[in-house]
């Protein structure tokens, strides 16, 4: 197998070898042109030094551009430079295709908003290669976290067909003609003529169906997309998103919330461990500092507070909010980081929320008042993960549903996990473009996902 960047960096001197890559920039002096190849495969390029004299295809040299694909064939000697500990001296090249001077990615500076506009290249950049990295190391360290304890990986269905959380937030999927779609005798669309005989969505959460299954093989967590039609443009919203769900039988809150700590923990070391480099770029160039955060994160044990014990923390401090608090309210991303900045000045798992600003499932306390909720909050973002002891009392949970309004068909089989071994359970969720946010520092949820879908985005 040909030899990546990454892998040619990491050997010795006198190595003989063929390297291949995009060419990221040339310099041209007067007997050598050095030309800085990458591949994407790590945050630094190899330097690729060309001898003129002797060397037979100079013209190929000479034409080649930035954003060209070539290949080199030489010998690793030990580099000058500062930058790296061994260069390639060439002794012949190819190339592949060039690249003219209408190549966006030339030498200068692109703001991400010009590179927006340019998906298909941005992963060329430093950045955008050094967040993709840190991505899919970070997806990994999530599948290796809940592996090695013995959870199990479940895929939910991306398509649904009971409106379960996300009321009027979710996406229709649908074959009607919308144009000409089948008519009740009302006048309403009858949608018993689409596709599934009834109405169908993109989903918002995987959890309940998590839940079934967490029940039945005890363990388990989800990774995959999601989706949520919110019309809101904010740089922490996307409308494609990812999410990570795990579901626990037999867990309590503080068991849920143990877990949580642990988690957040191994994925942050796990990540500042295997990607140093490209960490050290963040800490450098994005976020200064942001790798300290990090490890405060990874070092720190989290503090654990009730919502109503957080309230009153708020409460001295209401004249600095645009937002005033008091018990019942929701509590928003200022407050968030003050408790967690400023009171706790450590991650903060806060419990025990209000019922009526929380969902349906969640354990209703016996004060009547709170529910079982659980929030972890870090410095700088606010809430990272959201959870909750789920309500395991089939009296409760229905009596909920009707309170609501929910309509009570649709959580028919939801209401059997209850009514057949009925077990205390747990569960949360991450945000995985907001963790990724987090560990990066990077400031816009659309410049941490390869493709970002977002609301009145027509663009590819
Ligand atoms: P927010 O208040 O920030 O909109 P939420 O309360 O709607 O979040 P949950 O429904 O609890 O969020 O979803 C679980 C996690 O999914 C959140 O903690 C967050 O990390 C992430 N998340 C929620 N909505 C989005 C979105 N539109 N884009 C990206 N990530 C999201
Ligand atoms: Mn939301």
Not at 82 to 92: D, F, G, M, P, T
Not at 115 to 130: Q, S, V, W, Y
Not at 248 to 267: C, G, Q, V
Request: glycine fraction near 6%; aromatic fraction near 12%; include cysteine.
């Amino acid at each position: 197998m040909k030899k990546t960047i990454k892998e040619i960096l990491a050997l010795e001197e006198g190595a003989e070898v063929v390297a291949t890559g995009w060419v990221r920039t040339k310099r041209d002096s007067k007997n050598v042109v050095f030309i800085s190849v990458g591949d994407g495969t790590c945050f630094d390029a190899l330097q690729v030094v060309v001898d003129k004299e002797g060397f037979a295809d100079i013209e190929t040299i000479e034409a080649m551009n930035t954003g060209a694909s070539c290949q080199f064939e030489g010998v690793l000697q030990k580099s000058l430079g500062k930058n790296q500990s061994v260069e390639l001296l060439a002794k012949s090249c190819r190339m592949f295709c060039n690249a003219d001077d209408s190549y966006p990615l030339q030498k200068k500076h692109q703001t991400f908003e010009f590179l927006r506009e340019k998906l298909h290249l941005r992963g060329r950049t430093n950045t955008f290669g050094a967040v993709m990295r840190v991505r899919s190391i970070l997806a990994y360290a999530i599948h290796r976290f809940f592996q090695e304890k013995g959870f199990f990986y479940l895929n939910t269905p991306l398509v649904t067909t009971s409106d379960c959380e996300g009321a009027g937030e979710m996406f229709e999927v649908t074959t009607l003609n919308l144009a000409n779609p089948p008519k009740t005798k009302d006048g309403g669309v009858d949608f018993s003529k689409d596709f599934f005989s009834k109405r169908a969505f993109l989903t918002v959460s995987g959890q309940l169906e998590g839940e079934s299954y967490a029940t039945a093989i005890r363990n388990i967590y989800t990774f995959g997309p999601t989706f949520r039609a919110e019309k809101s443009s904010t740089t922490r919203h996307l409308a494609e998103f990812w999410m990570v769900e795990p579901e626990m039988a037999f867990y309590d809150l503080n068991d849920n919330a143990d877990l949580a700590e642990e988690f957040l923990k191994y994925i942050f070391k796990y990540v500042l461990d295997n990607d140093p480099r490209d960490m050290e770029f963040f800490d450098k160039f994005i976020l200064e500092g942001v790798v300290d955060t990090i490890r405060h994160v990874i070092e720190k044990p989290f503090v654990r507070m009730t919502y109503t014990q957080a309230i009153k923390e708020l409460e001295k401090n209401n004249k600095s909010f645009e937002y005033p608090v008091k018990w019942g309210s929701d509590i928003q991303t200022e407050h968030e980081r003050y408790i967690s900045e400023t009171v706790c000045k450590a991650p903060v798992i806060l419990t025990d929320y209000p019922k009526e600003i929380k969902s349906f499932y969640m354990k209703a306390n016996d004060d009547g008042k709170t529910v079982r909720a659980m929030d972890v909050l870090v410095p700088r973002l606010g809430e990272i993960i959201g959870g909750s002891e789920r309500e395991e009392d089939y009296g409760k949970l229905l009596a909920k549903i009707r309170e609501m309004g929910l309509n009570e068909s649709e959580y028919e089989w939801y209401l059997d996990l209850r009514k057949f071994g009925s077990v205390p359970h747990a569960g949360f969720g991450l945000g995985f473009e907001r963790a990724i946010l987090y560990l990066t520092g990077m400031q816009n949820i659309r410049d941490v996902i390869a493709y970002p879908r977002f609301w009145k985005s027509e663009k590819k």
